[in-house]
C-alpha cells in the first residue's frame, strides 16, 4: 500500500502517530490489559457487566490459544468452563472449602477434563476436532446432568457463596459489586500475564508454526499432536479459571454454563474481537456483552441480532474487530 | 436384568431402528454435504427443526399428511439452496473453519425466526389416521407409525443410492467429491453440483424432522440435541461416508434403546461411550477413509 502517493500527508502523520502508539501497546500488551481493566468499571453502566465482561474476555483468552494461535477450532470449550464452575461450587457447596481451595480445584478440575478430552479429540484433525469437541463436552454435561445428588442436576448447583474473604491484612465480602470486581481483576491479571508468557515462550511460537503450516511444523521435528494436547489442556486451565470466577460471581452454576451453546459464545466472542489476537478476546466479549446489554432491554430476540451479527463478521469482516483495526493501522 | 424377554429385548430393538432411522437421514445430509463441499453444516439441527414447522405449516394448509411428507423436503431444501448460493458460497477457499461458522450463526438465526413465528411452546402434530395404532409382528405389537418410518428411511437411502450410483449426475457428485478440480477442468460447472447437494442434505434434514414431529413435541429447540446426536453418528460413522452414516445410525439408535432398557438413566450417555470407543480404536470412524481430514 505505501507505494500509492498519499495526498493528505496531514492524514498519513496522524496514522503514523496512531499506529506507533498501537505499536506500544502492543509491546506492553499486559500492562496495557491491565491498566484498562481497573478503569474499566467506571466507564461500565454498572458493576456487574463489568465482571461478566472479565470473565467470559478470560474464557475467550483461553479459547483463543487453540482457535486463533493454534488453529484449531474446539467446540467443547464450555465443558472446561462448566467443570471449573461446577467444581468450585461443590468445593464450596459439599465440601466447606473456602475460595482459594475452591477456585484451584475448579482450575484443576478443568485440566482433567481437558487432558481426557484433548487425549481422545487430539488425533481427530481439521474440522473433525470440532465435532469431536462438541459431543465429548457434550457427555460431560449429560454425565454432570446426571450426578444431581452433587451437582443439582437441571436446577443447577445453588448456594456457592465465598462469604467474608479475608487476606489478613485487608477484609472485604464479595457482596460488594467493587470488590467483587477488583478480586476477580486480581486473578486475570494474573492469567494474562501468563498467557503472554505463554505466547512468547518457544512453545507459543510452535503453537503458530502448527497453525501456519501443520506439516512443515512436524518436519522442523516438532511433535506436534503432544504440543497440540499441551495448547489444549493449558487452553482449559484458563476456561476453568473463567468458570470457577463465575461460579463466586453468580453465587449458582447453572447446568448451561456446560451447554455447547457457551462453547458457542466463545468462538463468537474470539472471531467478534479478532482471533488469533491478544486483546482480541477481550474486546470481542465487550462488543458481545454490551450489545446484549442493549439489545435486550428491547426485544428478547437477542439470537436473531447475534446470529445476524456473527454472520456478517463471518462474511465481510473475519479479522474481527481489533484485527480489522490492526489491519487498518498497517495500511 | 434377568427378567428382560427375548420378546422386550426385540421389540427394544426395533424401536432403537425407528429411532435410527431419523439419526441415518440426519447423518446422510451431513455426510453428503461435507463429502462434497467439506462443510460442516452446524445449521443441520435448525434445517431438521424447519422440516418438522414447515410439516405443521402445510398440514394446516392442506390438511394431507402425505402431501405434506412430499412437500416439506422440497420446501427446506429451497431455504437450502438460498443459503448455499448467497451465504456459504462466498466463504469457499477462505479456510474449512468459516463455513462451519456461518452455519453456526444461521442455526441461532432460524430457531429464532421460528420461535417469533411460533412462539416458545410446543406445536401438536398428530399422527396421521392410516398409521395409528400398532401392528404384530410375531413378537409382539409395535407402533404403526414408526414401523413406517424405517420403512420410509429405507426407502430414501435407496433412492439415494441409485440416484447417485446409477445416475450420471451421480457420477458428477462422486467425481466431485474425489476431485472438484478435475470435475472443473472437464467442463462441469461443479458449484451447481454443490448447490444441489447441499439442498438434498438439507431437504433430507427437513424430512427427518417433519418425520419425527409426531413423535417428539414440536419446539424451537429440537434441533439443538439432534445436531450433537448428528454430530455423534458421523464421528461413528466416519466423516463423508453414506454407507458409515448408515450404519452408524442404526448402532446407535439401537444403543441408546437398548441402555434406556437396561439401564435408563445411562441412555443418553450411551452415545457418546460409543462415540468414545471408536474414537479409540478407530479414529477416522468405521467407513471413514484414513487422511481424508488431512
Same mark, same amino acid.
Given at each position: ?331 | ?59 394446516? /394448509?392442506?390438511?394431507? !399428511?402425505? &402431501?405434506? +411428507?412430499? $412437500? *416439506?423436503?422440497? =420446501?427446506?431444501?429451497?431455504? #437450502? %439452496? ?17 463455513? /462451519?461458522?456461518?452455519? !453456526?450463526? &444461521?442455526? +441461532?438465526? $432460524? *430457531?429464532?425466526? =421460528?420461535?417469533?413465528?411460533? #412462539? %416458545? ?174
Amino acid at each position: 500500500m505505501s507505494d500509492i502517493p498519499m495526498r493528505d500527508t496531514e492524514l498519513q502523520v496522524s496514522g503514523n502517530r496512531l499506529a506507533g502508539i498501537v505499536r506500544s501497546i502492543a509491546r506492553h500488551r499486559v500492562l496495557a490489559v491491565s491498566a484498562f481493566l481497573l478503569l474499566f468499571p467506571l466507564i461500565m453502566p454498572y458493576e456487574a457487566l463489568a465482571v461478566n465482561i472479565l470473565i467470559f474476555g478470560l474464557f475467550a483468552l483461553g479459547f483463543n490459544l487453540v482457535f486463533g494461535y493454534m488453529g484449531v477450532l474446539s467446540f467443547g470449550h464450555a465443558a472446561f468452563f462448566g467443570i471449573g464452575s461446577y467444581a468450585t461450587g461443590i468445593a464450596i457447596v459439599h465440601l466447606g472449602l473456602s475460595w482459594l481451595p475452591a477456585i484451584l480445584l475448579g482450575v484443576a478440575g478443568a485440566g482433567v477434563v481437558a487432558m481426557i478430552m484433548g487425549g481422545m479429540a487430539i488425533r481427530s484433525r481439521g474440522i473433525y476436532f470440532a465435532m469431536v469437541t462438541l459431543a465429548l463436552a457434550q457427555c460431560v454435561y449429560y454425565l454432570v446432568y446426571q450426578m444431581s445428588d452433587w451437582t443439582g442436576g437441571e436446577d443447577g448447583l445453588t448456594g456457592v457463596k465465598a462469604g467474608e474473604i479475608n487476606l489478613g491484612f485487608f477484609e472485604f465480602n464479595l457482596v460488594d459489586p467493587t470488590a467483587k470486581y477488583y478480586f476477580m481483576y486480581v486473578f486475570v491479571v494474573i492469567a494474562i500475564f501468563l498467557f503472554s508468557r505463554i505466547l512468547n515462550s518457544p512453545f507459543g511460537a510452535v503453537l503458530e508454526a502448527i497453525r501456519e503450516n501443520e506439516n512443515r511444523a512436524r518436519a522442523c521435528g516438532y511433535n506436534v499432536l503432544l504440543t497440540k494436547w499441551y495448547a489444549f489442556v493449558i487452553s482449559g486451565l484458563f476456561c476453568g479459571l473463567a468458570g470457577s470466577l463465575n461460579a463466586l460471581h453468580l453465587s449458582v452454576v447453572p447446568i448451561e454454563s456446560l451447554h455447547y451453546h457457551l462453547s458457542g459464545q466463545a468462538v463468537m466472542m474470539s472471531l467478534l474481537g479478532g482471533m488469533g489476537t491478544f486483546f482480541g478476546p477481550f474486546v470481542g466479549a465487550m462488543a458481545f456483552l454490551l450489545l446484549e446489554d442493549i439489545i435486550t432491554t428491547m426485544t428478547t430476540h437477542w439470537p436473531l441480532f447475534l446470529g445476524t451479527i456473527f454472520m456478517i463478521f463471518v462474511l465481510f469482516f473475519p479479522k474481527g474487530i481489533w484485527g480489522s483495526v490492526l489491519h487498518w493501522m498497517k495500511r | 436384568m434377568a427378567n428382560i424377554s427375548l420378546e422386550l429385548l426385540a421389540l427394544q430393538t426395533f424401536t432403537g431402528l425407528a429411532l435410527g432411522s431419523v439419526f441415518v437421514l440426519l447423518g446422510i445430509g451431513l455426510s453428503l454435504i461435507f463429502g462434497l463441499l467439506t462443510v460442516v453444516n452446524f445449521a443441520h439441527g435448525a434445517f431438521y427443526m424447519l422440516g418438522a414447522y414447515a410439516g405443521v405449516f402445510l398440514i394446516g /394448509l392442506t390438511g394431507n !399428511f402425505w &402431501l405434506t +411428507l412430499a $412437500l *416439506v423436503p422440497v =420446501v427446506v431444501g429451497c431455504i #437450502g %439452496l438460498g443459503v448455499e448460493r448467497f451465504l456459504v458460497r462466498p466463504l469457499y477457499g477462505r479456510g474449512i473453519d468459516y463455513p /462451519l461458522l456461518l452455519t !453456526f450463526g &444461521l442455526g +441461532l438465526v $432460524l *430457531v429464532e425466526l =421460528v420461535r417469533i413465528t411460533y #412462539g %416458545l411452546d410446543g406445536v401438536p402434530f398428530d399422527t396421521p389416521k392410516e398409521l395409528r395404532g400398532a401392528t404384530d409382528l410375531g413378537f409382539g405389537f409395535f407402533p404403526t407409525y414408526r414401523i413406517f418410518i424405517i420403512g420410509i428411511t429405507a426407502l430414501i437411502v435407496t433412492a439415494l443410492w441409485l440416484f447417485i450410483e446409477k445416475t450420471s449426475f451421480g457420477l458428477v457428485i462422486r467425481s466431485g467429491a474425489r476431485d472438484p478440480e478435475i470435475v472443473r477442468v472437464l467442463g462441469t460447472d461443479i458449484s451447481k453440483v454443490w448447490l444441489i447437494v447441499f439442498a438434498i442434505g438439507t431437504g433430507v434434514a427437513g424430512l427427518a424432522g417433519v418425520l419425527s414431529a409426531p413423535m417428539r413435541s414440536v419446539i424451537p429447540d429440537m434441533g439443538t440435541t439432534v445436531l450433537v446426536e448428528a454430530f455423534v453418528v458421523t464421528v461413528v460413522g466416519g466423516m463423508g461416508s453414506l454407507v458409515g452414516a448408515v450404519v452408524a445410525g442404526l448402532l446407535v439408535g439401537v444403543v441408546v434403546s437398548i441402555t434406556s432398557l437396561v439401564a435408563p438413566e445411562l441412555s443418553d450417555l450411551s452415545m457418546f461411550v460409543l462415540m468414545a470407543l471408536v474414537l479409540l480404536i478407530r479414529p477416522q470412524g468405521l467407513f471413514g477413509k484414513k487422511g481424508l481430514m488431512g
